[in-house]
Each structure stands twice: as structure tokens, then as C-alpha cells.
T-cell receptor, first 112, second 116 residues
Framework: RKEVEQDPGPFNVPEGATVAFNCTYSNSASQSFFWYRQDCRKEPKLLMSVYSSGNEDGRFTAQLNRASQYISLLIRDSKLSDSATYLCVVIPANQAGTALIFGKGTTLSVSS | DADVTQTPRNRITKTGKRIMLECSQTKGHDRMYWYRQDPGLGLRLIYYSFDVKDINKGEISDGYSVSRQAQAKFSLSLESAIPNQTALYFC???????????????FGEGSRLTVL
């Protein structure tokens, strides 16, 4: 099992839809989790951290399920500008602040 | 101006040539990284450096070398380029361990390398 796995998609949704992505990780001792966003041919940028208690930033909600070893990203009221690739990122155990492990990404396409 | 600058942005070269990708940053971060991105494979870590005297291999360091010339500069070299090193290369920075690590990497805009 790979360290970080994501459904590559693409997820094709209309504007206004709610869409959710999951990401599974193999190392149960992993410490920190994040979602990054990457626009086509651009660099990745941090979207949000994922906290144990779950966290929300506007239309975006991130959740962590340690028991099942997955994190999720929920996007409500999708906008055209949400079209991008969403990368799940994990910091492995005993590697605090060092190399992040990136998932391959899930592609979202929002259409009008 | 970008906080993390990579040069060149695009390069086409031939098998066997030596190539250097350069990265400079104005963010004052101690930690710097080189990643490569391939379709279907995602971002993979090549090398990382926590300060000028610290160099660490990442997941896929074979065929690459790095130099940390100063806190702000981190270069990646391909001593003898081969076609399967064709990829999009990203430099990134983050804060040092003295700060709370927020998980945020700051990426450059990428260097697209094609090896023929």
C-alpha cells in the first residue's frame, strides 16, 4: 500500500455542487495532514491544514479520521475557480517538519 | 517579484549534458527542497536542506546532486541528463524548526526540463 493515496478523478461537477475527496495514508503514526491546491501548470499552494477536530475555511471543510486513516476535503457551492488539482499531504511519523509526502492529486473540474 | 525564483523556467537539452537548475529565495527561510513532478506520479522529493551545512537525500536522489551555496540559494544538478529525467522541477522553502512548522511549503514557479 502506498503511503498516501488519492482517487485521481477527474471529478466533473456543475457550479453550486458539493464535492468531497478522500485521501488514505498508510502510516498510522503520521503526524500532520494538509491539503494543497495546484492549478494547471502552476506551483502547489497550501489550501488548509487538517486538524483532528476538523476545520472549516469558508466553503472548504477538512476532516481527519485517524481510526480509518483517511482525511477528507469537502467543497460546498463549487465555483468555476475551484477547478484545480487537490493534493493530499502527510508528514510521516518521526519526521516532524521535514519532508512532506504528497499524494498524486485529485482533479476537480467545475462547469457552468 | 516572486519570493522563490527558479531559473531556467524551461530548458531543452540532450542526453549526457550537465544541467543546473537554480533556486533563490527572499523569504529568509532556512529549509529548502527540490521536488520533481511527473504526470501520474505526483510530487517526489529529490533533496532537501535544513541549513547551509545540511544536505539530505530524498526519495529519488539518484542521478542528481545539490549545492546549498547560501541560505538563500539551493541548486540542483543533473551531471549527465537522461530522458527519464524529463519532468517539472519545483524548488520549495519552509521555516526552520525553531518555529512551529505550519506544513506550508512555498514553491517556486517550476522549471520544465526536457531531455532528448
Amino acid at each position: 500500500r502506498k503511503e498516501v493515496e488519492q482517487d485521481p478523478g477527474p471529478f466533473n461537477v456543475p457550479e453550486g455542487a458539493t464535492v468531497a475527496f478522500n485521501c488514505t495514508y498508510s502510516n498510522s503514526a503520521s503526524q500532520s495532514f494538509f491539503w494543497y491546491r495546484q492549478d494547471c501548470r502552476k506551483e502547489p499552494k497550501l489550501l488548509m491544514s487538517v486538524y483532528s477536530s476538523g476545520n472549516e475555511d469558508g466553503r472548504f471543510t477538512a476532516q481527519l479520521n485517524r481510526a480509518s486513516q483517511y482525511i477528507s476535503l469537502l467543497i460546498r457551492d463549487s465555483k468555476l475557480s475551484d477547478s484545480a488539482t487537490y493534493l493530499c499531504v502527510v508528514i510521516p511519523a518521526n519526521q516532524a517538519g521535514t519532508a512532506l509526502i504528497f499524494g498524486k492529486g485529485t482533479t476537480l473540474s467545475v462547469s457552468s | 517579484d516572486a519570493d522563490v525564483t527558479q531559473t531556467p523556467r524551461n530548458r531543452i537539452t540532450k542526453t549526457g549534458k550537465r544541467i543546473m537548475l537554480e533556486c533563490s529565495q527572499t523569504k529568509g527561510h532556512d529549509r529548502m527542497y527540490w521536488y520533481r513532478q511527473d504526470p501520474g506520479l505526483g510530487l517526489r522529493l529529490i533533496y532537501y536542506s535544513f541549513d547551509v551545512k545540511d544536505i539530505n537525500k530524498g526519495e529519488i536522489s539518484d542521478g542528481y546532486s545539490v549545492s546549498r551555496q547560501a541560505q538563500a540559494k539551493f541548486s540542483l544538478s543533473l551531471e549527465s541528463a537522461i530522458p527519464n529525467q524529463t519532468a517539472l522541477y519545483f524548488c520549495a522553502t519552509s521555516r526552520a524548526s525553531g518555529h512551529v512548522f505550519t506544513g506550508e511549503l512555498f514553491f517556486g514557479e517550476g522549471s520544465r526540463l526536457t531531455v532528448l
